[in-house]
Protein backbone atom coordinates (compact mmCIF):
# COMPACT_ATOMS: atom_id res chain seq x y z
CA UNK A 1 0.00 0.00 0.00
CA UNK A 2 1.59 3.37 -1.29
CA UNK A 3 0.43 6.39 0.24
CA UNK A 4 1.00 9.29 -2.17
CA UNK A 5 0.07 12.88 0.29
CA UNK A 6 -1.07 13.23 4.00
CA UNK A 7 -1.78 16.27 5.90
CA UNK A 8 -3.34 17.47 8.93
CA UNK A 9 -5.49 20.27 10.62
CA UNK A 10 -5.72 21.14 14.17
CA UNK A 11 -9.48 21.06 15.64
CA UNK A 12 -10.08 23.66 18.10
CA UNK A 13 -13.29 25.69 16.26
CA UNK A 14 -16.30 25.42 15.39
CA UNK A 15 -14.93 26.99 11.76
CA UNK A 16 -12.34 23.66 12.16
CA UNK A 17 -15.36 21.35 11.77
CA UNK A 18 -16.04 23.35 8.65
CA UNK A 19 -12.65 23.71 7.34
CA UNK A 20 -12.37 19.78 7.91
CA UNK A 21 -15.52 18.91 5.64
CA UNK A 22 -14.08 21.28 2.99
CA UNK A 23 -10.58 19.54 2.71
CA UNK A 24 -12.28 16.02 2.43
CA UNK A 25 -14.94 17.35 0.09
CA UNK A 26 -11.94 18.32 -1.85
CA UNK A 27 -9.68 16.07 -1.87
CA UNK A 28 -11.73 13.21 -2.38
CA UNK A 29 -13.72 15.02 -5.18
CA UNK A 30 -9.96 15.46 -6.67
CA UNK A 31 -9.36 12.06 -6.27
CA UNK A 32 -12.02 10.37 -8.13
CA UNK A 33 -14.40 9.13 -5.77
CA UNK A 34 -17.90 9.32 -6.86
CA UNK A 35 -20.78 11.85 -5.45
CA UNK A 36 -22.12 9.38 -2.97
CA UNK A 37 -18.71 8.09 -1.14
CA UNK A 38 -17.80 12.01 -1.11
CA UNK A 39 -20.88 12.83 0.49
CA UNK A 40 -20.33 9.47 2.76
CA UNK A 41 -17.02 10.46 3.41
CA UNK A 42 -18.14 14.11 4.13
CA UNK A 43 -20.95 13.04 6.72
CA UNK A 44 -18.22 10.69 8.74
CA UNK A 45 -15.69 13.28 8.69
CA UNK A 46 -18.27 16.27 10.47
CA UNK A 47 -19.59 13.49 12.78
CA UNK A 48 -16.06 12.86 13.96
CA UNK A 49 -14.63 16.46 13.42
CA UNK A 50 -18.20 17.79 15.41
CA UNK A 51 -17.01 15.01 18.47
CA UNK A 52 -13.30 16.55 18.92
CA UNK A 53 -14.75 19.64 19.28
CA UNK A 54 -17.58 19.22 21.39
CA UNK A 55 -16.52 16.00 23.65
CA UNK A 56 -12.30 16.51 22.69
CA UNK A 57 -10.88 19.63 24.16
CA UNK A 58 -8.45 19.83 21.39
CA UNK A 59 -7.50 17.74 18.44
CA UNK A 60 -6.41 16.78 15.09
CA UNK A 61 -8.00 15.36 11.53
CA UNK A 62 -4.59 13.62 9.89
CA UNK A 63 -5.45 11.65 6.68
CA UNK A 64 -3.67 9.92 3.76
CA UNK A 65 -4.31 9.13 0.55
CA UNK A 66 -3.42 5.51 -0.51
CA UNK A 67 -3.30 3.50 -3.77
CA UNK A 68 -3.34 -0.68 -4.07
CA UNK A 69 -3.77 -2.59 -6.76
CA UNK A 70 -6.11 -0.54 -9.13
CA UNK A 71 -8.10 1.00 -5.85
CA UNK A 72 -8.08 4.74 -4.64
CA UNK A 73 -8.32 4.88 -0.80
CA UNK A 74 -8.31 7.28 1.96
CA UNK A 75 -7.86 7.05 5.61
CA UNK A 76 -8.78 9.89 7.86
CA UNK A 77 -7.91 9.86 12.02
CA UNK A 78 -9.42 12.28 14.41
CA UNK A 79 -7.16 12.31 17.48
CA UNK A 80 -8.11 13.97 20.53
CA UNK A 81 -6.96 15.24 24.41
CA UNK A 82 -10.58 15.06 25.80
CA UNK A 83 -11.78 12.79 28.67
CA UNK A 84 -11.50 9.41 26.60
CA UNK A 85 -15.09 7.25 26.56
CA UNK A 86 -15.94 4.86 29.63
CA UNK A 87 -17.98 2.73 27.88
CA UNK A 88 -16.86 1.92 24.10
CA UNK A 89 -19.95 -0.74 23.70
CA UNK A 90 -22.44 1.87 25.31
CA UNK A 91 -21.61 4.67 22.46
CA UNK A 92 -21.38 2.02 19.64
CA UNK A 93 -25.59 1.65 20.42
CA UNK A 94 -27.97 3.37 17.92
CA UNK A 95 -29.74 6.15 20.28
CA UNK A 96 -26.68 6.71 22.88
CA UNK A 97 -25.98 10.28 23.21
CA UNK A 98 -24.21 11.92 25.99
CA UNK A 99 -25.20 15.31 24.26
CA UNK A 100 -28.72 15.10 23.85
CA UNK A 101 -28.66 13.75 20.27
CA UNK A 102 -30.03 11.18 18.13
CA UNK A 103 -27.00 9.31 19.17
CA UNK A 104 -26.66 7.92 15.48
CA UNK A 105 -23.38 9.39 15.15
CA UNK A 106 -20.64 6.64 15.71
CA UNK A 107 -22.60 3.90 14.68
CA UNK A 108 -23.78 5.77 11.49
CA UNK A 109 -20.34 6.53 10.50
CA UNK A 110 -19.94 2.59 11.14
CA UNK A 111 -22.20 1.98 8.18
CA UNK A 112 -20.86 5.29 5.76
CA UNK A 113 -17.35 4.09 6.01
CA UNK A 114 -15.28 0.84 4.55
CA UNK A 115 -13.19 0.51 7.77
CA UNK A 116 -13.36 2.00 11.36
CA UNK A 117 -11.26 1.48 14.44
CA UNK A 118 -11.84 3.31 17.57
CA UNK A 119 -9.27 3.63 20.96
CA UNK A 120 -10.15 5.38 23.21
CA UNK A 121 -8.66 5.89 26.88
CA UNK A 122 -10.21 7.28 30.04
CA UNK A 123 -8.11 10.54 31.03
CA UNK A 124 -6.05 10.55 27.89
CA UNK A 125 -8.32 10.44 25.05
CA UNK A 126 -9.74 9.21 21.53
CA UNK A 127 -8.41 8.11 18.19
CA UNK A 128 -11.05 7.15 15.68
CA UNK A 129 -9.94 5.95 12.29
CA UNK A 130 -12.09 5.33 8.73
CA UNK A 131 -10.96 4.19 5.53
CA UNK A 132 -13.09 4.53 2.52
CA UNK A 133 -12.29 2.50 -0.91
CA UNK A 134 -12.85 3.63 -4.45
CA UNK A 135 -11.87 2.16 -7.91
CA UNK A 136 -9.10 3.92 -9.80
CA UNK A 137 -10.58 5.56 -12.51
Not at 1 to 13: K, N, P, R, Y
Not at 18 to 47: P, Y
Not at 106 to 118: S, Y
Amino acid sequence: MVSDADGELAILTENDVVACRKVIRDLTTQMGFGVTDVTRIVTAVSELARNVFVHGIKGYMRWKRYQQLGKIGIEIIFDDEGPGIANLDQVMLPGFSTAGSMGMGLPGVTRLMDEFKIDSRVGIGTKVSIMKWARSK
